[in-house]
């Protein structure tokens, strides 16, 4: 699939059809993550596939009991949750190099993102699952203390696409040289 | 350009011509960027699009001496910033609805990311860049005090493409149901 086709259409699917997906394909959703750029090339990030019945529903019980994509982890046959180790991304020799401090959260969003949209591109939807009680699930998936879970995704098939949430304009979001200045003036 | 082609083939450039970039295609990559998936679609990044040369070259001087995208910067005639409005994604009426607190880094990435693929399918060059004195460039943009400059990255032609950074094995990156159990088997 054409990226930008890819990220012009991709959205985010709360309801999967629970035909079985391939490794073959969940192999290469995680490889486009693996490639994805990071601090330094520090690479905090891993993942873990689960695809236990069990396990998926003790996450979803770290869901708020009103978040849309409850169902969904229950439905799709696969659930890829990113964790990223603390410390490294964005640190010198044990020091914070920015005002920003660690920087696992930005490369999890690039890493997570890569997945998202490798995804679309096998015709599998997935959405984006940052809202859930990362302590419990911690818990859960045995993740040691040294790791955050950042995200969760289902990850699976789909009879009907969502339609696009609306975004704000162009305009609104880009400058010219400095902040206020217009870049787009028509 | 093909998504998984572009998400494998991508590289970080930091060896730019100074032949000028058309805004038609620069809006496409910033629209690319506009369409870039956030905390309940809270969208708090926007975009500095810098072309003035002695603004690049004050942004320069916020970048470490020896930051290799520094003659990059220069060169390119276009340099890409991002910057995010903090206290919103992943908040709920004013409070973090996570224990990651503020999400803006993780948004940040996602969009950052939307850039640089972008940019890859027509042909250009970019370079995460987080590594500078964001309070000195927050001034030198006149960035308001409620929104974080996180990243930029020089944009333009290249001529020669970089080799690709190794990459951790899959098989280190990946597990299956729980924290330590393998994944890839094999």
């Given amino acids: ?12 699917v709360r309801r999967f059809k629970k035909d ?3 490794d073959e394909i969940i192999t290469e959703i995680l ?9 330094a090339n520090t690479q905090v990030c891993s993942y ?16 708020p009991p009103t978040n849309p994509a ?17 410390g490294v991304s964005g640190y010198y020799k044990g020091t914070a190099s920015t005002n920003k401090g660690d920087w696992f959260m930005f490369d999890a969003g690039i ?14 939807g997935t959405v984006h699952v940052g809202m859930f009680d990362a ?10 203390s040294e790791f955050n879970i950042v995200e969760m995704t289902p990850l699976g098939y789909f009879d009907d696409v969502p339609k696009a949430t609306p975004r704000k304009q162009l305009k609104e979001l880009t400058f010219l ?10």
């Fill in 135 to 144: 302590d419990k699930a911690q818990i859960v998936l045995n993740i040691p």
């Fill in 70 to 86: 409850r169902n969904g982890i229950i439905d799709a046959p696969v659930l890829i949750c990113l964790i990223a180790k603390r």
């Fill in 111 to 124: 890493a997570m993102e890569h997945i998202v949209l490798a995804a679309w591109n096998f015709g599998l």
């Fill in 177 to 186: 040289d400095e902040f206020g200045k217009p870049y787009i003036t028509q």
């Fill in 20 to 22: 079985n997906v391939p």
């Fill in 1 to 12: 699939m054409e990226l930008i086709k890819a990220i012009y259409e991709r959205r985010s």
């Fill in 48 to 63: 873990i596939v689960v695809k236990d019945q069990t396990i998926k529903e003790r996450l979803v019980d770290t869901l």
């Fill in 31 to 39: 490889d486009a993550a693996r490639w994805a750029p990071s601090w």
